[in-house]
């Protein structure tokens, strides 16, 4: 059984910073993607960013530039560095994994005030 544990969220005024941090524990392989996925109210779950073992990253287009994505596969952690934050980042942030299958955290909360 494997758990990720997300930290860091919070609230925060227009144009602060934020880090968040996910955590693996449990019967872990090898995760080659961990990543963010944000849902807002009413909207979809989207893509923040993911990073595969290799170090390569992919962002969403419209994060690129002010969010940044890290990872310690030794720890099997992902960090998510979010800075100039805006009223429309504010979402429920969720930390992934994906070894032979896919892993959810439970979430956190960002909240962006204007």
């Known amino acids: 059984q494997v758990q990720l544990v997300e930290s860091g969220g919070g609230l925060v005024q227009a144009g602060g910073s934020l880090t968040l941090s996910c955590a693996a524990s449990?019967?872990?392989?090898?995760?080659?993607?961990m990543g963010w996925y944000r849902q807002a109210p009413g909207k979809q779950r989207e893509l923040v960013a993911y990073?595969?073992?290799?170090?390569?990253?992919r962002y969403a287009d419209s994060l690129k530039g002010r969010f940044a994505i890290s990872r310690d596969s030794a720890k099997n952690t992902v960090a998510l560095q979010m800075n100039s934050l805006k009223p429309e980042d504010t979402a429920v942030y969720f930390c992934?994994?994906?070894?032979?299958?896919?892993?959810w955290g439970q979430g956190t909360q960002v909240t962006v005030s204007s």
């Open positions: 449990g019967s872990i392989f090898s995760f080659d993607v």
């Open positions: 992934n994994a994906v070894d032979f299958r896919e892993y």
């Open positions: 990073i595969r073992s290799s170090g390569s990253t």
